[in-house]
């Protein structure tokens, strides 16, 4: 059956991979800043900025059968350098517009529904220099696990959890073939990760082949959240 999903933020790295393959049997909403990346694609394009504007709920389905919200930021630095700015401007693209966007869309959600969010392996892995978003994407995964126990058994809710992913949102960290050799390094696998290796995970847990998980944060890290190879 084609599912109705929307996409929130779309239009560029794990999202723009997700809704190219989604997109081919579902029909897909996305609701972002641009739809520059979306023109061959058979989607449905809302214009939408997380941080500013209200999600226009007219232009979507009576009935919605899967959510992603994938803005988020990177923000590395030691935590003397940290601002409560840059701590404030963390939690509001990755968890209050997160939140905003769960509350107007949640009547729409349709029983068995599912809703994937994104968090960083730096929760569970402490990771110097990740203090910020770490809190930030911390308060997604608690909050994922709250979601699936109050609507369970009507929605899953479940989180993806990457390592370092080369997508325009990490382009200051993988900008060289140096600054990649080292990155990949680090990995136990030996690679970064790529948009759809975090998108085949996210669309699967949209999906009916996990109807069996919920309040789960699923670890796709090349390894470095639980083995240490040197």
Not at 82 to 104: H, P, Y
Request: proline residues 4%.
């Amino acid at each position: 059956m084609s599912k109705n999903i929307l996409l929130i933020g779309g239009s560029h790295g794990i999202g723009l991979s997700m809704a190219r393959e989604l997109s081919k049997t579902n029909n897909v909403y996305i609701a972002s800043r641009t739809k520059d990346e979306l023109g061959a694609l058979d989607v449905t394009h809302i214009p939408f900025d997380a941080l500013t504007d209200e999600l226009d709920t007219s232009k979507l389905p009576e009935e919605l059968h899967g959510f992603a919200y994938c803005p988020g930021s990177i923000n590395l630095k030691p935590f003397k350098m940290m601002s409560m700015d840059t701590f404030n401007e963390d939690m509001q693209i990755n968890f209050f517009s997160l939140v905003r966007c769960v509350k107007d869309i949640i009547p729409k959600m349709s029983d068995g529904a599912s809703m994937v969010f994104f968090s960083t392996v730096a929760v569970g892995t402490g990771m110097p220099f990740h203090t910020s978003v770490a809190a930030a994407k911390g308060a997604i995964e608690g909050f994922a696990k709250s979601m699936a126990a109050e609507y369970a058994p009507k929605l899953r809710v479940n989180v993806v959890a990457p390592s370092l992913v080369d997508t325009p949102l990490a382009g200051r960290l993988l900008n060289n073939d140096k600054k990649k050799e080292m990155m990949a390094e680090r990995h136990p696998l030996k690679r970064v990760g790529n948009a759809s290796d975090i998108a085949n995970i996210a669309i699967f847990l949209l999906g009916d082949e996990s109807t069996w998980m919920t309040g789960q944060v699923v670890g796709v890290n090349g390894g470095i959240g639980s083995l240490n190879v040197t």
